[in-house]
C-alpha cells in the first residue's frame, strides 16, 4: 500500500511523511501571488502562516524556499525541513546534518542555480533522465522569477540542477543514490514515483465541465458570471482559491461553470428571438511582467 504505513498500536494505516507533504503541496498547484503595478510582487499567503516568516510576503521578497517550510509545517513535517526564506540556507542545513545528495528522492528538497541557492522546490517523482517537482514562486516560462506554485518536469543533469537534500521521514526516503543503498532509513530505486498519484507536470486543467477564462481588465466576478449565464454562487463554488469575490486581478485564471439546462414545455408556436447582441470586449493589460526581486537568494 504505496504512501501508508501500518500504525502497530492503532491497527490502522496512516499516511507517511513524504505522503503527506506532497499531498499537501500539490493541492497548492494554480496558487497565484499578487499583482500590483503591472507586475506580480511576491506578495503571497504562504509567510502569515508559518511562525516569525510575515516579513517574506510584507517585504515582497521571493517565496520559494518558504513554500517548502510551509508544506513541511502544514503536512507535520516542520522539523525534518530548515524554515527558511533562503535557498542557501536550506541547502546548508541539510548539508549540516548530513542529509544532502546529488540524487533525487521523493519528498526531498531540490536546489537549483550555480551554487544551489536560486530556486527550490519538493520532487515527488523521479526517473533516469527526468525529476518532476512541486514548486513555489515559479512559472512555465522558464523564467526564473515566478509568480505562483506549479507542477515542473525538469532534467536531473541539467546543469540549473544542482542536489537533494533529504528529509529523515519516518517511513524512511526513497532515493536514488547508489551510495544509500541498503543503509538504514533509505530505500534505493532507480526510479520512484511520489505516494501520492500524480501526472507528468503541465499547466493545471480545469476540473470537468468546467471551462477556463483568463482575467483581463475591467473583469469582475459578477460579469464573469452574467457572461456564463450562471450564478455567482456557482461561480464562487468552482473556484475555492478565490477568497475574496470582490478582488479579483488581470492574469488570473478563473473556472467558469456550464451553464444549467433549463426545460422547455412544448409550445403550440415558437416566438423569433431576437438577434443577440455582440458582448462588449474589456481591454487587456500589459501582460504581467515579473517582479524584478531576484529569486531565493
Not at 521571493?62 to 513535517?77: D, E, Q, R
Not at 542555480?113 to 527526468?130: C, L, M, Q, R
Request: proline share 8%; with cysteine; net charge positive.
Amino acid at each position: 500500500m504505496p504512501g501508508l504505513l501500518f500504525h502497530a498500536l492503532k491497527g490502522v494505516y496512516i499516511m507517511s511523511g513524504a505522503a503527506q507533504l506532497i499531498k499537501v503541496a500539490k493541492a497548492e498547484q494554480g496558487y497565484k501571488e499578487g499583482f500590483s503595478g503591472g507586475h506580480w510582487n511576491n506578495k503571497e499567503k504562504y509567510a502569515d502562516q508559518v511562525p516569525g516568516m510575515a516579513w517574506v510576503s510584507a517585504g515582497g521578497y521571493p517565496w520559494c524556499a518558504l513554500f517548502v517550510s510551509w508544506a513541511a509545517l502544514k503536512s507535520g513535517n516542520a522539523d525534518l525541513f530548515p524554515r527558511t526564506a533562503s535557498c542557501a540556507t536550506a541547502l546548508d542545513w541539510f548539508r549540516s546534518k548530513g542529509r544532502y545528495s546529488d540524487y533525487p528522492a521523493i519528498g526531498a528538497q531540490v536546489f537549483f542555480g550555480p551554487n544551489g541557492g536560486t530556486h527550490t522546490g519538493i520532487v515527488y517523482a523521479y526517473d533516469s533522465t527526468y525529476i518532476y517537482t512541486v514548486e513555489g514562486n515559479t512559472n512555465l516560462t522558464g523564467s526564473p522569477e515566478g509568480d505562483g506554485v506549479y507542477l515542473r518536469k525538469r532534467a536531473r543533469r541539467d546543469a540549473n540542477t544542482y542536489g537533494y537534500g533529504l528529509p529523515a521521514f519516518p517511513e524512511g526516503v526513497t532515493t536514488a543514490d547508489p551510495a544509500l543503498k541498503g543503509k538504514s532509513g533509505y530505500h534505493y530505486a532507480a526510479k520512484a514515483d511520489g505516494p501520492v498519484s500524480s501526472a507528468p507536470a503541465s499547466k493545471p486543467k480545469a476540473p470537468t465541465g468546467l471551462k477556463k477564462v483568463v482575467v483581463k481588465s475591467g473583469m469582475t466576478l459578477t460579469s464573469i458570471a452574467v457572461a456564463a449565464g450562471v450564478t455567482l454562487a456557482a461561480l464562487l463554488s468552482a473556484n475555492p482559491q478565490v477568497k475574496n469575490p470582490d478582488s479579483i486581478h488581470p492574469g488570473q485564471t478563473i473556472n467558469v461553470p456550464a451553464k444549467p439546462s433549463v426545460s422547455k414545455k412544448p409550445t403550440a408556436k415558437a416566438t423569433p428571438k431576437a438577434s443577440a447582441k455582440p458582448t462588449h470586449k474589456a481591454t487587456a493589460k500589459p501582460s504581467p511582467k515579473p517582479s524584478s526581486t531576484k529569486s531565493c537568494k
